[in-house]
T-cell receptor, first 114, second 113 residues
């Protein structure tokens, strides 16, 4: 089955630690995205990548880093510089090659800082 | 800059009643518009989308939405709500070209038996 996988489902981080969230897709999509969701809020864009080896900052990139070395993978690192990282993180990819930019989402990772 | 407003934070309807969730957008050109649904602790599932053509769009699970350019709206409707429709609903607008979407803050739907 084609789709987007995120791991782990739950992640706990101690103060001062960096953690990496995994996002993999087998949809052959060029574009991938990371969003952050907080209770009662919509999704806010952290980073996005329109093509391999290229990515752009979103609205709330501070304290986060990404890489895009492979088409199917777009990992997100939450660094110790992110002051309030507890949130639900969603990865998405889009079939922009069809000109429709429809985004499909993974199941999410819930990060909690202890 | 594009933006999306979902005026209703929380809506409660009785099972079998009709539903309309409101969405207003701000965008300078013809927008790409989407409705997604999210169950607790899950990712987002696409309900329907509008790019061009017929302004009444049919989606999955019996949902439909109507694009009204004059009102900058893209309201989601369903004639008869089922208990399984209880979830959070997000409206989003996109500019195309592989750029990211801008989401509204969501409307939480509760269904009473």
């Amino acid at each position: 089955d084609g789709g987007i996988t995120q791991s782990p489902k739950y992640l706990f981080r101690k103060e001062g630690q960096n953690v990496t969230l995994s996002c993999e897709q087998n949809l052959n999509h060029d574009a991938m995205y990371w969003y952050r969701q907080d209770p009662g809020q919509g999704l806010r864009l952290i980073y996005y990548s329109q093509i391999v080896n290229d990515f752009q900052k979103g609205d709330i990139a501070e304290g986060y880093s990404v890489s895009r070395e492979k088409k199917e993978s777009f990992p997100l690192t939450v660094t110790s510089a992110q002051k309030n990282p507890t949130a639900f993180y969603l990865c998405a990819s889009s079939d922009a090659g069809q000109g429709t930019d429809t985004q499909y989402f993974g199941p999410g990772t819930r990060l909690t800082v202890l | 800059a594009q933006s999306v407003t979902q005026p209703d934070i929380h809506i409660t309807v009785s099972e079998g009643a009709s539903l309309e969730l409101r969405c207003n957008y701000s965008y300078g050109a013809t927008p790409y518009l989407f409705w997604y649904v999210q169950s607790p602790g899950q990712g987002l599932q696409l309900l329907l989308k509008y790019f061009s053509g017929d302004t009444l769009v049919q989606g999955i699970k019996g949902f439909e939405a109507e694009f009204k350019r004059s009102q900058s709206s893209f309201n989601l409707r369903k004639p008869s709500v089922h208990w399984s429709d209880a979830a959070e609903y997000f409206c989003a607008v996109g500019a195309g070209g592989r750029r990211a979407l801008t989401f509204g803050s969501g409307t939480r739907l509760q269904v009473q038996p």
